[in-house]
């Protein structure tokens, strides 16, 4: 037998489980890439006309972001209500960002 002894064995044996189990794991757990953009609130304010948007986004409610309709410029974000009546007329003509 190549092991000394049984529980010497049995003992190198789980710990060549654990390793390639945490192998496998954590490189599931690990993100490549992290880009977040979250609106923790929102305003049923309208945007000021003035403001150049180039697109938008939904964003659905998930801890701690906030179920919301992101708008971007050149420079901003701006995260607006969705229940806003305003929107679907600035939502018009504008491209809307995929992740």
Known sequence: MLCWNKKLCTLAV????CGC???ASGNLRRPAKVGLVCCKAVSKAMIP???KLIGYKHQNALS???QAVLFFSE?????????ARWIPRKMKGLKEIKD
């Open 64 to 66: 701690p972001c906030v």
């Open 49 to 51: 006309s003035g403001i």
């Open 75 to 83: 420079t901003e974000k701006y995260c607006s209500d969705p229940t």
């Open 14 to 17: 789980l710990l060549a489980i």
């Open 21 to 23: 189990i945490g192998i």
